[in-house]
């Protein structure tokens, strides 16, 4: 995934990640109508939109110990700085925010050079 500035923090696998679990829950719940997926970057936040067909609201269960199934809302919820889903014409959209943390260049003042004696 290339977001074309440079980001740290593990921002990359952390989008990656959130939007794995979004696009799951959509074809694991959505059914049978067409999905899509949109990466959109603002200021220092990715907000990451997964749209599906279903009107059915995702609804956060609480697994037991040995389910494989069923924390992708939980690990959304903690890795975004915000998400929510909003009904649509079509269906739905779910979405989720997170944050980009910049990763210092050469001119950034957080790598002034000390003067050498």
Same mark, same amino acid.
């Given at each position: 995934?290339r977001? #074309?500035?440079?980001?740290? #923090?593990g !921002?990359v696998?952390?989008?990656a990640?959130?939007?794995?679990? @979004?696009?799951?829950?959509?074809v694991?719940?959505?059914g049978?109508?067409?999905?899509?997926?949109?990466?959109l970057?603002?200021? /220092?936040? !990715? %907000? !990451?939109?997964?749209? /599906?067909?279903?009107p059915a609201?995702p609804t956060?269960?609480l697994?037991?110990?040995g389910?494989?199934r069923? %924390?992708?809302?939980f690990?959304?919820?903690? @890795?975004?700085?915000? $998400?929510?889903?909003?009904?649509?014409e079509s #269906?739905?959209?779910?979405?989720?925010?997170?944050? !980009?943390?910049?990763?210092p260049?050469?001119?950034?003042? @957080? $790598?002034?050079?000390?003067? %050498?004696?």
């Open positions: 995934m977001l #074309g500035l440079p980001v740290g #923090g !921002v696998e952390t989008v990640l959130v939007t794995s679990e @979004l696009l799951t829950n959509a694991q719940h959505a049978q109508g067409p999905i899509s997926v949109a990466a970057l603002r200021d /220092d936040t !990715v %907000r !990451v939109e997964v749209s /599906d067909s279903s609201l956060p269960g697994p037991d110990e389910d494989e069923g %924390r992708g809302l690990i959304v919820a903690a @890795l975004a700085v915000r $998400h929510a889903v909003e009904t649509t #269906g739905k959209r779910c979405w989720a925010e997170i944050p !980009v943390q910049h990763e260049t050469p001119h950034s003042p @957080l $790598h002034v050079p000390l003067p %050498r004696r």
